[in-house]
């Protein structure tokens, strides 16, 4: 997907299919604001130790979305400015951590997409045990499989599966289209008012309780939504 598709146009596209995109949670803020990001998902459980984030990074194909689940831990940052570094030179496109980070300093000059709970100094202190790399995550309660595509920007993450994927991207492009010629009309002096015509919606409405802005914009070719 070349496209860059913004999380609030992939919302409402899935809304208007019936196939829900699942948001990450509201706790996880972007490090680097006006930096979006999407691709397939590369879910991994952290239990203390990043050798399953080394892990999962070699496994991963250029692209993709590092899923890191840490539990929701306050205690502790589980990735740093060296591993966020190596996702960015294998070619990744972003990092979701459910979980905190450090190195924020360093972080912001790697420069690639990542939304965490926030920052913590200290690593992990826990030991870790043995065995093979988990596979997916569970984002307080969400969960991500390597099946999901992620989409992330200034207004959080979403995670879809594939079932109806396409159809919600195809939508969600012309929405984004939509709206982003709506708003140059406006920036050149046509109200949002007068492209729906929003006044013959009020006669509408006076005439017929029963109709709605949705309805009107429905057949007058709008697309924002309400």
Not at 174 to 188: K, W
Not at 190 to 207: E, P, T, V, W
């Amino acid at each position: 997907m070349a496209l860059i598709l913004s999380t609030a146009a992939v919302a409402d596209a899935s809304l208007r299919i019936g196939v829900p995109a699942r948001p990450g949670p509201s706790t996880l803020v972007p490090l680097l604001p006006g930096a979006p990001f999407a691709g397939p998902a590369c879910p991994v459980t952290h239990l203390g130790s990043v050798d399953v984030l080394l892990e999962t990074i070699d496994d991963a194909a250029p692209g993709g979305v590092l899923v890191v689940d840490n539990g929701g831990r306050e205690d502790e940052a589980c990735l740093g400015d060296l591993m966020v570094l190596e996702a960015r030179e294998a070619g990744f496109a972003g990092i979701v951590v459910w979980g905190r980070h450090r190195d924020t300093t360093q972080l912001v000059e790697i420069g690639l997409p990542l939304h965490s709970m926030g920052a913590r100094s200290y690593g992990p202190r826990r030991v870790p045990p043995a065995g093979r790399a988990m596979r997916s995550a569970f984002l307080d309660g969400v969960a991500v499989s390597g099946d999901d595509w992620v989409v992330g920007d200034d207004d959080g993450v979403l995670f879809l599966a594939p079932e109806g994927r396409e159809e919600i991207f195809a939508l969600a492009a012309s929405i984004q289209e939509t709206e982003g010629a709506q708003a140059q009309r406006m920036r050149g002096g046509q109200s949002l008012r007068s492209q729906l015509d929003f006044a013959g919606y009020r006669r509408a409405q006076a005439a017929d309780p029963s109709v709605t802005l949705r309805r009107h914009l429905q057949e007058h070719g709008g697309a924002i939504e309400v």
